[in-house]
T-cell receptor, first 117, second 114 residues
């Protein structure tokens, strides 16, 4: 079955450490997204990528970095510069091209919960 | 700038009762509109979407939503709620442009009383 996988499901980080969250999709989607979710805040966009080897900052990119070396993979690194990284992180992907709501529909992974100790 | 407002943070309904979750958006043109559902600790699942055409949209799990341009609303409805519908619901609007980004509301948490 096609879908999006995120690993690990739970991640614990010590102060000052960088950690990397994995996101893989086998939907053959061109675009991928990372969101941060905090209680009562909805989803906030961290980074997005429309094609391989290209990505753009979202609304809250500070303290995060990404890479897009393969179409299937879009890992997110939470750096020590992110002062409050404890949150639920969601990865999504989207089929580009065509028109209408279907081309804007995003498919989501199951999420990674990051906790800073 | 585009925005989405979900006025209700938390709603409680009895099982079998009807449900309406409100969503208002701000967008200059005809928007792409979506409703997603999230169970605790899980990702988001698409319930339904609207782009054009019939303003009453049918989705999965018995949900429907109605697009009202004059009210800038896209409210989600279900005639009879089941206990398994307890979850958080997010309304989203397509931000336009080729990026395909979505702007999400802050969500409405639905609790279902037996």
């Amino acid at each position: 079955d096609g879908g999006i996988t995120q690993s690990p499901k739970y991640l614990f980080r010590k102060e000052g450490q960088n950690v990397t969250l994995s996101c893989e999709q086998n939907l053959n989607h061109d675009a991928m997204y990372w969101y941060r979710q905090d209680p009562g805040q909805g989803l906030r966009l961290i980074y997005y990528s429309q094609i391989v080897n290209d990505f753009q900052k979202g609304d809250i990119a500070e303290g995060y970095s990404v890479s897009r070396e393969k179409k299937e993979s879009f890992p997110l690194t939470v750096t020590s510069a992110q002062k409050n990284p404890t949150a639920f992180y969601l990865c999504a992907s989207r089929r580009r091209g065509g028109g209408g709501a279907s081309s804007n529909e995003q498919f989501f992974g199951p999420g990674t919960r990051l906790t800073v100790l | 700038a585009q925005s989405v407002t979900q006025p209700d943070i938390h709603i409680t309904v009895s099982e079998g009762a009807s449900l309406e979750l409100r969503c208002n958006y701000s967008y200059g043109a005809t928007p792409y509109l979506f409703w997603y559902v999230q169970s605790p600790g899980q990702g988001l699942q698409l319930l339904l979407k609207y782009f054009s055409g019939d303003t009453l949209v049918q989705g999965i799990k018995g949900f429907e939503a109605e697009f009202k341009r004059s009210q800038s609303s896209f409210n989600l409805r279900k005639p009879s709620v089941h206990w398994s519908d307890a979850a958080e619901y997010f309304c989203a609007v397509g931000a336009g442009g080729s990026q395909g980004n979505l702007i999400f509301g802050k969500g409405t948490k639905l609790s279902v009383k037996p």
